[in-house]
């Protein structure tokens, strides 16, 4: 029983490495566009994926991962594409991304973390619970851990993304997730990490 609770925390521990990795090189990489991105109000994934691919290369150069692949497809009944698929040690990994494109003053779409975060259909389809209905519907021993990160830019306070944490958390599609806001040192970006360890 003790050595499965050591490899269940070496796992995680895995993991936390793995999303603090990520923060750290999209927050770094992105840092002369972000007033562009918020500006125009675009939603960039397809940016961000690259950005991601850049650091997976160079993670699995360095061995911390042995494998990635992009735009990955689970065969099945309900047939999936997911973001990314990565095996970082005894880790098997499914990460879906997620930008969320907050509105800026100039131009306002009327999208905000609440929009994102939403269990209507309409927020729900771009937002974060679409994600995490999505990987929960995936049915495989394999994986390890199902991972949702959003990438917020221009994100509102910390005191309302604890608000819309304490919302997603009471939907009974995350009952079985970890889900925490990760600020940066950039305040124009700052990030939504959703964890389910199977």
């Not at 290369?57 to 999936?80: A, C, D, V």
């Not at 830019?153 to 009952?175: A, G, Q, V, W, Y």
Request: with cysteine; glycine share 2%.
């Amino acid at each position: 029983m003790e050595e499965k609770e050591n490899l269940k925390h070496q796992r995680m521990e895995k993991i936390d490495i793995l999303i603090e990795e990520l923060v750290n090189e999209i927050t770094e990489q992105s840092n002369n566009y972000l007033p562009l991105i918020i500006n125009e109000n675009a939603r960039v994934e397809n940016y961000f994926s690259i950005i991601i691919l850049g650091l997976f290369s160079k993670l699995k150069n360095e061995q911390i991962i042995t494998q990635y692949k992009f735009q990955h497809h689970i065969n099945g009944e309900n047939r999936k594409h997911i973001d990314f698929f990565i095996i970082q040690g005894p880790n098997i990994i499914l990460l879906e991304l997620k930008h969320l494109a907050i509105d800026c003053e100039i131009k306002k779409n009327k999208r905000n973390i609440n929009f994102y975060t939403s269990t209507a259909d309409q927020g729900r389809k771009v937002g974060i619970v679409e994600d995490i209905i999505k990987l929960n519907k995936i049915e495989t021993k394999e994986i390890t851990h199902f991972i949702s990160l959003a990438i917020i830019t221009n994100p509102p306070s910390t005191n309302i993304m604890e608000e819309r944490i304490n919302f997603l958390l009471d939907h009974s599609s995350t009952k079985d997730w970890d889900i925490k806001y990760i600020p940066s040192n950039n305040l124009n970006i700052s990030f939504l990490s959703s964890i389910k360890r199977t």
